[in-house]
């Protein structure tokens, strides 16, 4: 099988076939939202999504730069921010006056994530990355789409870990990046 399980036949004279098909337990299913940063589809859980917002320069819900970081204020939250973008240096395809936010969570913190388009929602088949991919801590797996195209998952915790530590030390640092 391609999915790196086994098929046994279980042939019984008079009694009939047995088929039995064996998946790996590392294959699961999970509801992803697909995502767009850069030209570049990205799947993220939805278990990890709070939120999506527009984010509009002189709305209750904007984007500023607090301490040298983008963060986004909204319903009177400042929430640090990530853009994709930016993180995986890709070119910005396009430059909205209004910016898409997922809010997301990883255990206790809150983040959002600068995105450039949503697709679609899915159920699809989480891959464990090949070996070689393993190390990069963006990502927890990959899927294939509908359209056969491979998309990889995003890592929420690496984004929320990486993130409370810039907003620890700019905390420390009052006059840091200003």
Known sequence: LQLGGNVDLINRPGQGLTVLLKLPLTLAIAPVLIVEAGGQRYALPQIV????????????TRIEILGGMPTLRMRDMLLPLVDLVTEFGLEACVVPAT?????CHA??????MLIDAVHQSEETVVKPL???LKGVPHFSGATILGDGSVVLILEASTFAARLNVNTEEAAAEPGRGS
Do not use: M, Y
Not at 99 to 103: I, N, Y
Not at 107 to 112: E, K, L, N, P, V
């Open 99 to 103: 910016r898409l936010v997922v809010v």
């Open 49 to 60: 999504i709070a939120e999506l917002v527009k984010a509009q320069p002189g709305t209750d």
């Open 130 to 132: 090949p070996s070689k």
């Open 107 to 112: 255990g206790a913190s809150r983040f959002g």
